[in-house]
């Protein structure tokens, strides 16, 4: 499987600022998705990101509050924009395997806002 | 829709013990299942997966069965380990979603 890695891996930030969590894969892969894990609940997924187009958003999820960016196949950034405590989640970057019904995640960026 | 129903939490074991976390599903389709593993402070690894009726998926001693008559998938261990103190999620995938249990967290105490 593919190794995935996130940074930053946890950020306390203040109210009103803007983080930005870049998601590096290892090989190549076409789409890649965003989920949010907020305290003690499932996984929400935010959107999907392919290559070369915009990104596919959820219901109740918006791209001026989480802009993506998908510039090749191997990288993405997921920014949480004028944060609130709302927002204080673990925000997980994710990819399929190659049997396309697995699903591979990495180890999460740890969001706290104060 | 589809969607899946996972056993609540939290579950305290004594080391050694059966462990027994229930998971059924709804789907239209025909759904592979998985069970993923959260360990504090890391990021959901893939624990097992079984991809149609009948499969066991089986991996670290833990098994699930894929239940159709059920729709159940529950996982099992016959001897659980203070390492195995974690979150454990059931998930299903249908056409091109995954669906994610809540999340059963686990503590296993010497």
């Known amino acids: 499987s593919a190794v995935i890695s996130q940074k930053p891996s946890r950020d306390i930030c203040q109210r009103g600022t803007s983080l930005t969590i870049q998601c590096q894969v290892d090989?190549?892969?076409?789409?890649m998705f965003w989920y949010r894990q907020q305290p003690g609940q499932s996984l929400t997924l935010i959107a999907t990101?392919?290559?070369?187009?915009?990104?596919?958003?959820e219901s109740g999820f918006v791209i001026d509050k989480f802009p993506i960016s998908r510039p090749n196949l191997t990288f993405s950034t997921l920014t949480v924009s004028n944060m609130s405590p709302e927002d204080s989640s673990i925000y997980l970057c994710?990819?399929?395997?190659?049997?396309?019904?697995?699903?591979?995640f990495g180890p999460g960026t740890r969001l706290t806002v104060t | 829709g589809d969607s899946v129903t996972q056993m609540e939490g939290p579950v305290t074991l004594s080391e050694e013990a059966f462990l027994t976390i229930n998971c059924t599903y709804t789907?239209?389709?025909?759904?592979?299942l998985f069970w993923y593993v959260q360990y504090p402070g890391e990021g959901l690894q893939l624990l097992l997966k079984?991809?149609?009726?009948?499969d066991k998926g089986s991996n670290k001693g833990f098994e699930a069965t894929y239940r159709k008559e059920t729709t159940s998938f529950h996982l099992e261990k016959g001897s659980v380990q203070v390492s195995d103190s974690a979150v454990y999620f059931c998930?299903?995938?249908?056409?091109?979603?995954?669906?994610f249990g809540t999340g059963t967290s686990l503590t296993v105490i010497p």
């Open positions: 998930a299903l995938i249908t056409g091109n979603q995954f669906y």
């Open positions: 990101a392919n290559q070369g187009s915009e990104a596919t958003y």
């Open positions: 994710s990819i399929r395997g190659s049997s396309s019904y697995e699903q591979y």
């Open positions: 090989s190549q892969v076409t789409m």
């Open positions: 079984a991809t149609k009726a009948d």
């Open positions: 789907a239209t389709g025909y759904p592979s």
